[in-house]
Nanobody, 113 residues
Framework: VQLVESGGGLVQPGGSLRLSCAAS????????MNWYRQAPGKERELVAG????????NYADSVKGRFTISRDNSKDTMYLQMNNLRPEDTAVYYC???????WGQGTQVTVSS
């Protein structure tokens, strides 16, 4: 199993970023997928999840209305569109398949003026 996150960077408050998670080594379309994040000194937290075919998604209260999770099963890739970013969104973002104990290296998101 390999998960490769990308798309992070430095952005000003109110800005946007789109994260990608490229998956391989398992049948991507059969698994729900999730985005997590971990800020310095804090525990890793679930940000958003999406069902295997993309029909159901859920979000942490802190990102509802600002983040959108999606997936393209033809590309074995999941996305996280992040709008109206806040300094408290600063963290390393990780993707994970539900039920598979494997993590990618993460991608750093920094929201600062």
């Amino acid at each position: 199993v390999q998960l490769v996150e990308s798309g992070g960077g430095l952005v000003q408050p109110g800005g946007s970023l789109r994260l990608s998670c490229a998956a391989s080594g398992f049948t991507f379309s059969r698994y729900g997928m999730n985005w997590y994040r971990q800020a310095p000194g804090k525990e890793r937290e679930l940000v958003a999840g999406i069902s295997s075919v993309g029909g159901i998604s859920n979000y942490a209260d802190s990102v509802k209305g600002r983040f959108t999770i999606s997936r393209d099963n033809s590309k074995d890739t999941m996305y996280l569109q992040m709008n109206n970013l806040r300094p408290e969104d600063t963290a390393v973002y990780y993707c994970k398949a539900s039920g598979i104990a494997s993590w990618g290296q993460g991608t750093q998101v920094t929201v600062s003026s």
